[in-house]
Protein backbone atom coordinates (compact mmCIF):
# COMPACT_ATOMS: atom_id res chain seq x y z
CA UNK A 1 0.00 0.00 0.00
CA UNK A 2 3.09 2.47 0.71
CA UNK A 3 3.83 1.76 -2.97
CA UNK A 4 0.29 2.48 -4.10
CA UNK A 5 0.94 -1.35 -6.54
CA UNK A 6 -2.40 -2.66 -6.84
CA UNK A 7 -2.33 -6.02 -8.57
CA UNK A 8 -5.31 -6.45 -11.36
CA UNK A 9 -4.86 -10.65 -11.23
CA UNK A 10 -3.80 -13.63 -8.97
CA UNK A 11 -3.56 -17.04 -10.78
CA UNK A 12 -4.44 -19.89 -8.92
CA UNK A 13 -1.05 -22.29 -7.99
CA UNK A 14 -1.50 -25.48 -10.31
CA UNK A 15 1.00 -27.87 -9.37
CA UNK A 16 2.91 -29.58 -12.60
CA UNK A 17 4.85 -32.40 -12.21
CA UNK A 18 8.59 -32.71 -11.66
CA UNK A 19 8.52 -29.10 -10.14
CA UNK A 20 9.50 -28.26 -6.16
CA UNK A 21 6.59 -25.85 -5.48
CA UNK A 22 4.70 -29.29 -6.36
CA UNK A 23 6.77 -31.10 -3.72
CA UNK A 24 6.01 -28.29 -1.57
CA UNK A 25 2.10 -28.32 -2.31
CA UNK A 26 1.93 -31.90 -1.87
CA UNK A 27 4.04 -32.99 0.89
CA UNK A 28 3.44 -29.74 3.09
CA UNK A 29 7.31 -30.14 3.67
CA UNK A 30 10.28 -27.25 2.32
CA UNK A 31 12.37 -29.77 -0.21
CA UNK A 32 15.01 -27.15 -0.20
CA UNK A 33 15.80 -28.18 3.55
CA UNK A 34 16.19 -31.89 3.87
CA UNK A 35 13.05 -33.57 4.48
CA UNK A 36 12.65 -35.48 7.57
CA UNK A 37 9.45 -36.65 9.70
CA UNK A 38 10.42 -33.84 11.76
CA UNK A 39 10.51 -31.19 9.17
CA UNK A 40 8.49 -27.94 9.72
CA UNK A 41 5.21 -27.96 8.25
CA UNK A 42 5.06 -25.35 5.43
CA UNK A 43 1.11 -23.97 5.38
CA UNK A 44 -0.41 -24.28 2.07
CA UNK A 45 -4.17 -23.07 1.09
CA UNK A 46 -5.71 -25.63 -0.68
CA UNK A 47 -9.69 -25.13 0.02
CA UNK A 48 -11.51 -22.40 -1.92
CA UNK A 49 -12.13 -20.22 1.75
CA UNK A 50 -8.39 -19.94 1.90
CA UNK A 51 -7.51 -19.27 -1.44
CA UNK A 52 -10.18 -16.57 -1.61
CA UNK A 53 -8.97 -14.90 1.23
CA UNK A 54 -5.50 -15.14 -0.19
CA UNK A 55 -6.21 -13.16 -3.12
CA UNK A 56 -8.39 -10.93 -1.15
CA UNK A 57 -4.87 -9.57 0.65
CA UNK A 58 -3.53 -9.07 -2.68
CA UNK A 59 -6.35 -7.42 -3.91
CA UNK A 60 -6.76 -5.59 -0.77
CA UNK A 61 -7.39 -1.90 -3.01
CA UNK A 62 -10.60 -3.92 -4.16
CA UNK A 63 -14.04 -2.53 -2.31
CA UNK A 64 -15.87 -6.24 -2.65
CA UNK A 65 -12.88 -7.52 -0.58
CA UNK A 66 -13.62 -5.63 2.34
CA UNK A 67 -15.60 -7.49 4.49
CA UNK A 68 -14.19 -10.47 4.21
CA UNK A 69 -10.92 -8.67 5.20
CA UNK A 70 -11.95 -6.96 8.02
CA UNK A 71 -13.66 -10.61 9.32
CA UNK A 72 -10.40 -12.14 8.97
CA UNK A 73 -8.22 -9.16 10.42
CA UNK A 74 -10.52 -8.88 13.69
CA UNK A 75 -10.16 -12.99 13.86
CA UNK A 76 -6.45 -12.36 13.73
CA UNK A 77 -6.23 -9.73 16.06
CA UNK A 78 -4.98 -6.73 13.86
CA UNK A 79 -7.97 -4.33 14.10
CA UNK A 80 -5.16 -1.55 13.98
CA UNK A 81 -5.62 -2.36 10.43
CA UNK A 82 -8.88 -1.14 10.09
CA UNK A 83 -10.00 2.49 9.70
CA UNK A 84 -10.42 5.16 7.27
CA UNK A 85 -6.71 6.81 7.21
CA UNK A 86 -3.78 5.89 5.11
CA UNK A 87 -1.72 3.43 7.49
CA UNK A 88 -4.77 1.34 7.91
CA UNK A 89 -5.72 -1.57 5.11
CA UNK A 90 -9.09 -1.45 4.92
CA UNK A 91 -11.64 0.81 5.55
CA UNK A 92 -13.84 0.82 8.91
CA UNK A 93 -17.35 1.27 6.50
CA UNK A 94 -18.68 -0.09 3.33
CA UNK A 95 -19.45 1.96 0.56
CA UNK A 96 -23.28 1.99 -0.30
CA UNK A 97 -22.43 2.60 -3.78
CA UNK A 98 -19.20 1.52 -5.18
CA UNK A 99 -18.21 3.79 -7.87
CA UNK A 100 -18.02 6.71 -5.00
CA UNK A 101 -15.26 5.61 -2.92
CA UNK A 102 -13.77 8.87 -1.76
CA UNK A 103 -10.05 8.38 -0.40
CA UNK A 104 -8.59 10.10 2.62
CA UNK A 105 -6.65 12.74 0.20
CA UNK A 106 -10.42 13.60 -1.58
CA UNK A 107 -9.44 11.54 -4.84
CA UNK A 108 -12.54 8.95 -6.12
CA UNK A 109 -11.08 5.33 -6.36
CA UNK A 110 -12.15 3.01 -9.40
CA UNK A 111 -12.19 -0.27 -8.80
CA UNK A 112 -10.14 -2.54 -12.12
CA UNK A 113 -12.94 -4.64 -12.12
CA UNK A 114 -14.13 -6.13 -15.59
CA UNK A 115 -12.58 -3.40 -17.30
CA UNK A 116 -12.35 -4.62 -20.99
CA UNK A 117 -8.76 -4.42 -22.67
CA UNK A 118 -8.24 -2.69 -25.66
CA UNK A 119 -7.70 -4.55 -28.82
CA UNK A 120 -4.93 -3.89 -31.12
CA UNK A 121 -5.95 -3.44 -34.48
CA UNK A 122 -3.11 -3.07 -36.57
CA UNK A 123 -0.93 -0.25 -37.26
CA UNK A 124 -1.00 2.90 -35.14
CA UNK A 125 -2.97 5.38 -36.38
CA UNK A 126 0.30 7.74 -37.04
CA UNK A 127 1.03 5.16 -39.76
CA UNK A 128 -1.42 6.00 -41.67
CA UNK A 129 -0.56 10.04 -41.43
CA UNK A 130 3.18 8.91 -42.53
CA UNK A 131 1.91 6.27 -45.48
CA UNK A 132 0.14 10.05 -47.16
CA UNK A 133 2.67 12.67 -46.41
CA UNK A 134 5.07 13.80 -48.93
CA UNK A 135 7.78 11.24 -50.06
CA UNK A 136 10.95 11.97 -51.19
CA UNK A 137 11.69 11.86 -54.54
CA UNK A 138 12.63 8.43 -56.26
CA UNK A 139 16.47 8.33 -57.88
CA UNK A 140 16.76 6.78 -61.15
Known sequence: KKYEFRLDQVQNFTPTPMAMATAMYHSGKNPLRKVTADSDDV??????????????????????????????????????????????????????????????DGSTFKSNKAVPAKKYGGLPKSFNNMKNAARPARIK
Open 43 to 104: PIPKNGLQRKLHKAFIRYHDPANWPMLREALKKMGREDLIGNSKKHLVPAFQPAVMGAIRQS
